[in-house]
């Protein structure tokens, strides 16, 4: 069974760097076209993709959100990290960490394990 | 980026009744070589993470009901129940994965009438 848990802070200022942890169980990030996701959902509104990193160590962004995002993962342990750099009250949301199911290419990302989110707010 | 486009925003059907929701695409999500469409669906319940239904446009992933099914082609999706049940009442999300960046619709809100 694939479980994943999002933990990390819940209140963060404005221009301060957010890192969110996101630990897994039931399956290896170094399994062949395995990946993880962030994905976030302001409140009450639509969800929205940020980052992803596979199997392989490579790794993908949000363009809009690229030059803010770092995704790493630490293969001794079952984490997957995302750093978010100088945020605004407009990062408000909760954030998501989901299982990518084994896929050769690296372009296609749908998710079939989600964790239960973390709710970050930003205020000063 | 590929945008995706929801309709309707919200819809109330009545217990055992069909509920139908469509999802069309800015461009062809649909890759001839592998002869796939490149669409999940999720549904998301209040306080809860979403949960993937379909992938594939049509795949119905392990424990999903069968009175879940997605349909469609090429720019133009959906979803159907086929008899809504009380536990249904959700927010359901199409999303393609066609490419980067990966892009969901505005979600479509499920209620009983």
């Known amino acids: 069974q694939i479980t994943l848990k999002e933990s990390g802070p819940t209140l963060v200022k404005p221009t301060q760097t957010l890192t969110l942890t996101c630990t897994f169980s039931g399956f290896s990030l170094t399994t062949n076209g395995v990946g993880v996701g962030w994905i976030r959902q302001p409140p009450g509104k639509a969800l929205e993709w940020l980052a992803v990193i596979y199997w392989n160590d490579d790794k993908r962004y949000s363009p809009s959100l690229k030059n803010r995002l770092t995704i790493t993962r630490d293969t001794s342990t079952t984490q997957v990290v995302l750093t978010m750099t100088n945020v605004d009250p407009i990062d408000t949301a909760t954030y998501y960490c989901?299982?990518?199911?084994?896929?050769?290419?690296?372009?296609?990302?749908?998710?079939?394990?989600w964790g239960q989110g973390a709710l970050v707010t930003v205020s000063s | 980026d590929i945008v995706l486009t929801q309709s309707p925003d919200s819809l109330a059907v009545s217990l055992g009744e069909r509920a139908t929701i469509n999802c069309k695409s800015s461009?062809?999500?649909?890759?001839?070589?592998?002869?796939?469409?490149?669409v999940a669906w999720y549904q998301q319940k209040p306080g809860q993470p979403p949960k993937l239904l379909i992938y594939?446009?049509?795949t119905r992933e392990s424990g999903v009901p069968d009175r879940f099914s997605g349909s469609g082609s090429g720019t133009d999706f959906t979803l159907t129940i086929s008899s809504l049940q009380a536990e249904d009442v959700a927010v359901y999300y199409c999303q393609q994965y066609f490419s980067l960046p990966v892009t969901f619709g505005q979600g479509t809100k499920v209620e009983i009438k």
């Open positions: 461009q062809s999500v649909f890759y001839s070589p592998f002869n796939k469409d490149y």
């Open positions: 594939w446009a049509s």
């Open positions: 989901a299982h990518r199911p084994p896929w050769q290419w690296l372009e296609n990302n749908w998710f079939d394990a």
